[in-house]
């Protein structure tokens, strides 16, 4: 079995020295990676009314829609309307596959709610109007971010 101890000094301070060397080469190699972000400024369009907040989900590969949290939420004030639209900028998004929801939480309650069979609030997606009946899927509103972006949302009521 090996033992430092019988080593010579001279060969103990330099199997320190490598040690203490590899060990700092190896710090320098794992310092936080510089990836770059990008920002995505949303243009939401045909807001019909000033009452509550617009809810943003942002989803990934992940998180894939309409997963309950995604990866980021945005909540805005509608006071920061002009006309019938809204302008955000977000910030600081790494590059990815990702895509946008969002709510027109009419009421502030969190969630969307529902008449007999339709939603009695808003919603829209990511430079995708969805007109079908059937819930959307990640795939359709999904896009990559491989620079600033800029999204166009326009609300669908009913």
């Keep these: 079995m090996f033992n430092p101890d019988k080593l010579p000094n001279t060969t103990r ?3 320190a020295f490598l040690v203490i060397l590899a060990c700092g080469y190896g710090f320098a190699q794992t310092s936080p990676s510089t990836e770059p ?7 939401v ?4 009314n000033r ?12 998180t894939r ?3 309950d949290y995604g990866f980021l939420k945005v909540v805005v004030p509608k006071n920061e309307m002009t006309g019938d639209s809204l302008v955000i900028t977000v910030p600081g998004l790494k590059p990815q596959h990702m895509a946008i929801a969002l709510l027109d939480d009419e009421n ?3 969630k969307l709610d529902f008449g007999w069979f339709l939603p ?3 919603y829209a997606f990511s430079d995708y109007y969805h007109s079908a009946l059937r819930r959307p899927v990640y795939e359709d509103f999904a896009f990559t971010l491989t620079g600033d ?3 166009e949302m326009i609300m669908r009521y009913y």
Excluded at 37 to 43: D, L, P, R
Excluded at 45 to 48: G, Q, T
Excluded at 51 to 62: E, L, N, P, S, W
């Design 13 to 15: 301070r330099l199997t």
């Design 37 to 43: 972000t990008y920002s995505v400024t949303i243009v």
């Design 45 to 48: 369009k045909k807001i019909r």
């Design 51 to 62: 009452d509550g907040v617009i809810r943003f989900k942002f989803y990934d590969d992940a």
């Design 65 to 67: 829609f309409p997963h």
């Design 108 to 110: 502030d309650n969190v």
């Design 120 to 122: 009695k609030e808003g």
């Design 149 to 151: 972006k800029r999204v």
